[in-house]
């Protein structure tokens, strides 16, 4: 799916502010999509904020801005709204890690069926454990 990305959505400098590079994406609209996942990712315009001095990603989010039907609607639909945040963090030298999680997601299955996702993660207090650290001492740490 990464290697749709340059042929599925047109990339638009969105300014900077300190550090942070804001590009701004939407579908491109000579792209064809082939199979139902690409259907739904070509649907979705959003940001992605990249650390500059790393060229590391630092955020990446979508909006789904128009219903994706499949059948017609009979097979299924995914419904205008349904979004996504990801956020990843430097937590050490050279270490990024994700920090957050936010995903909604809205729609039906063969006509009665509504499906309905929201997830919301927050990971922090990371911490580096010793290189030489042994299974049972990693599991009493996990256990404090």
């Not at 945040?85 to 995903?103: A, S």
């Given at each position: 799916m990464v290697d749709l990305l340059p042929r599925a959505f047109v990339f638009e400098d969105g300014g900077h502010e300190g550090s942070w590079l804001r590009i701004n994406y939407k579908p491109n609209p000579n792209y064809i999509p082939q199979t139902f996942e690409e259907r739904a990712l070509?649907?979705?315009?959003?940001?992605?904020?990249?650390d500059g001095r790393s060229r590391r990603l630092h955020q990446l989010s979508g909006y789904l801005f128009d219903d994706v039907s499949y059948g017609y609607g009979v097979l299924g639909t995914i419904h205008r709204g349904t979004n996504?945040?990801?956020?990843?963090?430097?937590?050490?030298?050279?270490?990024?890690?994700?920090?957050?999680?936010?995903?909604k997601i809205d729609g039906r299955i063969a006509l009665f069926k509504t499906i309905g996702r929201r997830q919301h993660s927050i990971h922090r207090d990371f911490q580096p454990l010793p290189l030489d650290i042994s299974l049972s001492q990693a599991v009493a740490l996990l256990l404090k």
């Open positions: 070509h649907g979705m315009s959003g940001t992605l904020i990249v996504f945040t990801t956020t990843r963090d430097l937590v050490g030298p050279g270490v990024w890690k994700t920090t957050l999680l936010d995903v």
